[in-house]
């Protein structure tokens, strides 16, 4: 049996993406995904071959451009190895070419689905931005808010809980971040970040009455001593 990657078979390239496993009339295994820069029309079985293969685990450099219905794709197809810096190539005549940075992708990355990397990417932008995904407690679940007026003859407003509770979790979220910036500012005295600390923590405070919403204890707010 011959070696895949000597085939330069698409189930061992690193453009071979959003693959799925079928089992056929046969019982075998079929796995079929798509071509990452669209050479071919989806799906691709890992048995195809292509003339553009690259290695997982590899990046390319060499451009190849293609003619397709009057529009034109470039390609990269020779292997290189990874380097850390960035060079600036002149040629004969003095004119600078742009800079080529060299990398390596990560092994993990070329094998994740598209599902699977914006998973990953949710995830790195909600630790950047300080957003968190917070449970609401189960008896909640499905529940309204009812504001009730005190003036007869008017209607009263009904808003669901998790609505409710995701503007919550929102303020506690942006508080922490607030908090943080402070904490690592280097402008503002030890004096001035304990009196502007106490305004933080006071805000938590008045913010205790919606921990009962938290189905964990350890995301609630936590206000200064005695708060409730």
Known sequence: MSNPTEDRRCGSCARFVRVVEKIDANGEV?????????????PLYATSTCSQYVK???????????????????TRSSPRAPRSTASTASTASGVSRAPRFDF????????????????????????ELGVSQTPIGSRWEGGEVILKPGKEGTQEKRIPIE???????MIRDKLRVLE?????????????KVSM???????????????????????????QKGDD
């Open 30 to 42: 079929r796995r079929h995904g798509e071509c990452l820069l669209g050479v071919w029309p989806a």
């Open 56 to 74: 997982r685990g590899t990046f390319a450099t060499k451009v190849q451009s293609s003619t397709r219905g009057g529009l034109t794709y470039g």
């Open 104 to 127: 390596q992708l990560p092994e993990e990355l070329l094998d994740m689905t598209a599902d699977e990397f914006r998973e990953v990417l949710r995830e790195v932008i909600r630790d």
């Open 163 to 169: 609505a409710l509770f995701g503007k919550v979790v």
């Open 180 to 192: 943080q910036k402070l904490n690592s500012n280097t402008k503002f005295t030890a004096e001035e």
């Open 197 to 223: 600390q106490q305004y933080i923590t006071g805000c938590y405070g008045s913010l205790t009455t919606f921990n009962v919403l938290f189905a964990n204890k350890s995301d609630a707010f936590v206000g």
